[in-house]
């Protein structure tokens, strides 16, 4: 049963950090292009970055560009999102996953980040 675990999800100060990972169980992340989305308080989905399956295309929303970087560790079945100076407007519930395309869509349970004082 595929099975996508979100992790590293905190409480953090503006101008911290916090690195979210994505682990994966009957599920290769390296197969395909992968995901971070993310929902605010009282907001929609966000898409946040997607990484290709050479792990060398990457790409970022407007509102994260040179603060988050996303990432892939093929050896340890392992996604992650590494996020810096974080504001308060990047407080949202981070998720992991591919959208349906020709395979399935799977998405995990999320991890909580709030950025606050």
């Known amino acids: 049963q595929v099975q996508l675990v979100e992790s590293g999800g905190g409480l953090v100060q503006p101008g911290g950090s916090l690195r979210l990972s994505c682990t994966a169980s009957?599920?290769?992340?390296?197969?395909?292009?992968m995901y971070w989305v993310r929902q605010g308080p009282g907001k929609g989905l966000e898409w946040v970055s997607t990484?290709?399956?050479?792990?060398?295309?990457?790409f970022y929303a407007d509102s994260v560009k040179g603060r988050f970087t996303i990432s892939r560790d093929d050896a340890n079945n392992t996604l992650y999102l590494q996020m810096d100076s974080l504001r308060s407007e990047d407080t949202a519930v981070y998720f992991c996953?591919?959208?349906?395309?020709?395979?399935?869509?799977?998405w995990g349970q999320g991890t909580q980040v709030t950025v606050s004082s």
């Open positions: 009957d599920f290769t992340v390296a197969t395909y292009w």
């Open positions: 990484i290709d399956t050479g792990g060398d295309k990457l």
């Open positions: 996953g591919k959208p349906p395309t020709r395979t399935p869509g799977y």
